[in-house]
């Protein structure tokens, strides 16, 4: 796993920490299609596994703010009790795909601090960033198969999760500004000093050094153009598509080599780029 992918998955999925039996049963749901294995892994915080959240809505995002990402309020229970029906108990932690997602990279990593011989639950909290691309930003699907093992016997379980952007914009202040000044707003990049470059990304004129000012490495576009995420340069450069001027992806050496401040996580791009779409606000 590359840093900056590391860094992903560490931020894509919250408070994910091994604890007891938590609520489950009864409120868990199981995936599985076998009785007899249904109880090696199941689902709390869920109704379903498919389930489908709006960016901000708090009765199904843990966090309640327009900030890119929906936390769905699902923790994973292993060797739920209750079931006569199931009596296994594994041997080993259940296996989370695909391997590549950081969202099943850390959810994988919480289920590997519990003991996968007992009833336990990671702690609710699980991140999946709204999708964000030049067009805009849209449906975040994370599809994940989560499969426990007992002998022989197997218990596959496939969730979907679905964030919704949200209409409304992410706040400027809270939200966007607090991302730059962490990522971007460093010595030698765009944080004010001398040395730096332009423009500077931190403090109360942020958003004036960003809206319809000019981009000098492609004079036909504006740094952030309101309501424009493909004629917005910044968007461009955050999202690594369509960099004219054949510069590097921002922040400069991710994801391969990140800077002091790391690199965008997804939800952090998508949150941006939400901005940018509904006007860059100043909120």
């Known amino acids: 796993m590359t840093p900056g992918r590391a860094l992903v998955a560490g931020i894509v999925v919250l408070s994910l920490v091994g604890r007891t039996r938590a609520q489950c049963p009864p409120d868990c749901i199981g995936g599985g299609k076998a009785p007899a294995t249904d109880c090696l892994v199941e689902f709390g915080g869920l109704t379903t596994t498919d389930e489908a959240c709006t960016d901000g809505n708090d009765s199904c995002d843990t966090d309640g703010v327009v900030n890119g990402r929906c936390t769905f309020p699902m923790s994973?229970?292993?060797?739920?009790?209750?079931?006569?029906?199931?009596t296994a108990?594994?041997?080993?932690?259940?296996?989370?795909?695909?391997?590549?997602?950081?969202?099943?990279?850390?959810?994988?990593?919480?289920?590997?601090?519990?003991?996968?011989?007992?009833?336990?639950?990671?702690?609710?909290?699980?991140a999946v960033p709204v999708g964000a691309a030049l067009k805009g930003v849209g449906d975040g699907v994370q599809r994940l198969a989560i499969?426990?093992?007992?002998?022989?016997?197997?218990?596959?379980?496939?969730?979907?999760?679905?964030?919704?952007?949200?209409?409304?914009?992410?706040?400027?202040?809270?939200?966007?500004?607090p991302i730059f000044e962490t990522r971007c707003a460093l010595p030698a990049c765009h944080a004010g000093t001398a040395g730096s470059a332009g423009p500077t990304l931190m403090g109360a004129g942020l958003r004036d050094a960003l809206v319809d000012a000019p981009s000098l490495n492609v004079p036909s576009l504006v740094l952030v153009r309101p309501g424009s995420v493909a004629q917005s340069y910044l968007a461009r450069k955050i999202l690594g598509r369509r960099i004219s001027d054949h510069t590097p992806r921002m922040p400069q050496g991710c994801p391969?080599?990140?800077?002091?401040?790391?690199?965008?996580?997804a939800d952090e791009i998508a949150a941006i780029v939400a901005w940018i779409q509904t006007g860059a606000p100043d909120n």
């Not at 391969?256 to 996580?265: D, E, F, M, Y």
């Open 89 to 126: 108990h594994m041997s080993a932690p259940p296996v989370v795909t695909p391997a590549k997602s950081p969202v099943a990279q850390a959810l994988g990593g919480a289920l590997a601090a519990l003991d996968p011989s007992q009833p336990g639950c990671t702690a609710p909290g699980v």
């Open 147 to 177: 499969t426990g093992r007992a002998g022989r016997k197997k218990d596959r379980n496939r969730l979907r999760l679905t964030c919704r952007a949200s209409p409304s914009s992410p706040s400027l202040s809270t939200v966007i500004r």
């Open 76 to 86: 994973v229970c292993l060797n739920v009790a209750g079931d006569p029906a199931c």
């Open 256 to 265: 391969q080599v990140p800077p002091a401040g790391g690199c965008l996580t």
